[in-house]
């Protein structure tokens, strides 16, 4: 399986701000994709991850308030932009690797707006 | 549109009893993945198993073992002689199975999940 890291692992925001979340992969995988977890809730899909191109957002999530750059194979990040209190939450990065259906998570960053 | 239910909110047993945990879900492919995950207080999410929608097979792991029953659309996961480590929650999960570069490939779809304790 691919070992996934992600940075910060935790953060307290000011509401306004912006915070940038970073995903780093140890191999080369085939999809990347972000999922919001708010408190006691399950999680939910924001956007897939597109290398080279622009992410591919689900219902209810737009790129100006979430956006996401992958710039290789390997490496990703996504914004969290102009943070309420309603974006607390935990956001996790996965992967799909090449020629595989099994899909893993990074460790998650803890996301809480002040 | 896709969608997993687990109708048990949260579970709570003592430690050796076995413990069942429903998933059933709703899609219109005949091609599509199933998975369980466990994400303990730590917050991570871990995977356990990812099954093919081909494979009706019935899977152990140790002290854990997965049901799939396609005709009543159940994957139910089964955790024997339970321990207090296995607290946790317990997402079951699906995706669809179409080739890489389709627009579905890889999204899951979790159900609410299973909050699960198990007391000494």
């Known amino acids: 399986s691919a070992v996934i890291s992600q940075k910060p692992s935790r953060d307290i925001c000011q509401r306004g701000t912006s915070l940038t979340i970073q995903c780093q992969v140890d191999s080369q995988v085939t999809m990347m994709f972000w999922y919001r977890q708010q408190p006691g809730q399950s999680l939910t899909l924001i956007a897939t991850?597109?290398?080279?191109?622009?992410?591919?957002?689900e219902s209810g999530f737009v790129i100006d308030k979430f956006p996401i750059s992958r710039p290789n194979l390997t490496f990703s990040t996504l914004t969290v932009s102009n943070m309420s209190p309603e974006d607390s939450s935990i956001y996790l990065c996965?992967?799909?690797?090449?020629?595989?259906?099994?899909?893993?998570f990074g460790p998650g960053t803890r996301l809480t707006v002040t | 549109a896709q969608k997993v239910t687990q109708a048990q909110t949260e579970i709570s047993v003592v430690e050796k009893e076995d413990v069942t945990l429903d998933c059933v879900y709703e899609?219109?492919?005949?091609?599509?993945?199933l998975f369980w995950y466990k994400q303990p207080p730590s917050g991570e999410l871990v995977f356990l198993i990812r099954r093919n929608s081909f494979d009706e097979q019935n899977e152990i792991s140790g002290r854990y073992s997965w049901n799939f029953q396609k005709s009543t659309s159940s994957f139910n996961f089964t955790i024997t002689a339970s321990q207090v480590v296995d607290s946790a929650v317990y997402f079951c999960?699906?995706?669809?199975?179409?080739?890489?570069?389709?627009?579905?490939?890889?999204?899951?779809?979790f159900g609410q999940g299973t909050i699960l304790t198990v007391h000494p």
């Open positions: 996965s992967v799909v690797g090449a020629g595989s259906y099994e899909q893993y």
């Open positions: 991850a597109n290398q080279g191109s622009e992410a591919t957002y």
């Open positions: 899609t219109r492919d005949t091609t599509y993945y």
């Open positions: 999960a699906l995706s669809e199975a179409h080739a890489a570069g389709g627009t579905s490939y890889g999204k899951l779809t």
